[in-house]
T-cell receptor, first 112, second 114 residues
Framework: LAKTTQPISMDSYEGQEVNITCSHNNIATNDYITWYQQFPSQGPRFIIQGYKTKVTNEVASLFIPADRKSSTLSLPRVSLSDTAVYYCLVGELMNRDDKIIFGKGTRLHILP | NAGVTQTPKFRILKIGQSMTLQCAQDMNHNYMYWYRQDPGMGLKLIYYSVGAGITDKGEVPNGYNVSRSTTEDFPLRLELAAPSQTSVYFC?????????????FGPGTRLLVL
């Protein structure tokens, strides 16, 4: 599985757009990029997944440049309830020994 | 559907005691996982199962045991609790692994070993 690097923490204000970038220089051809969100005292929750270009759902957008060595999770018009830890994961898991690895994630703090 | 459920929500153990953390899912998922999360840290995989009767070690299996007798249930056993096992434990499940599909997580069990 490709190693990922993302900022440890970010602050933003309500109503702003927040972009969290994840670096994954060793991403393999068949790897997907997946983001999870974890609220305090809860388990992680799947947000979005993509392979290339742009993916959008009701929660977020995911931008992936052509070289796929990084990706950006975009949260439009955040609110206080978006305060959470966001994890970037990269991999394909084609082999039984492959394991999903959650790093420390990015701790996003939304201010009023 | 209840999704993934875990019991208990919180437990205090004395050093050397044993306990079983329960996990159940009603989504007919083949894959199930146990993670632990220490304060301010990411999740670490303890054990996982690819189906009933099949389990495998994750990153941090020492001090734990699992079994998978049914598709729905995946209990985690702590035999001799140690302070280092103080953590929040999450159970998760997914339909398949090979397409990196969504993992569904339970609400967690907070364990304190004193």
């Amino acid at each position: 599985l490709a190693k990922t690097t993302q900022p440890i923490s970010m602050d933003s204000y309500e109503g702003q757009e927040v972009n969290i970038t994840c670096s994954h220089n060793n991403i393999a051809t068949n790897d997907y990029i997946t983001w999870y969100q974890q609220f305090p005292s809860q388990g992680p929750r799947f947000i979005i997944q993509g392979y290339k270009t742009k993916v959008t759902n009701e929660v977020a957008s995911l931008f992936i440049p052509a070289d796929r060595k990084s990706s950006t999770l975009s949260l439009p018009r955040v609110s206080l309830s978006d305060t959470a830890v966001y994890y970037c994961l990269v991999g394909e898991l084609m082999n039984r020994d492959d394991k999903i690895i959650f790093g420390k994630g990015t701790r996003l703090h939304i201010l009023p | 559907n209840a999704g993934v459920t875990q019991t208990p929500k919180f437990r205090i153990l004395k050093i050397g005691q044993s306990m079983t953390l329960q996990c159940a899912q009603d989504m007919n998922h083949n894959y199930m996982y146990w993670y632990r999360q220490d304060p301010g840290m990411g999740l670490k995989l303890i054990y996982y199962s690819v189906g009933a009767g099949i389990t495998d070690k994750g990153e941090v299996p020492n001090g734990y045991n699992v079994s998978r007798s049914t598709t729905e249930d995946f209990p985690l056993r702590l035999e001799l609790a140690a302070p280092s096992q103080t953590s929040v434990y999450f159970c998760a499940s997914s339909y398949e692994r090979t397409s990196f599909v969504t993992q569904y997580f339970g609400p967690g069990t907070r364990l304190l070993v004193l």
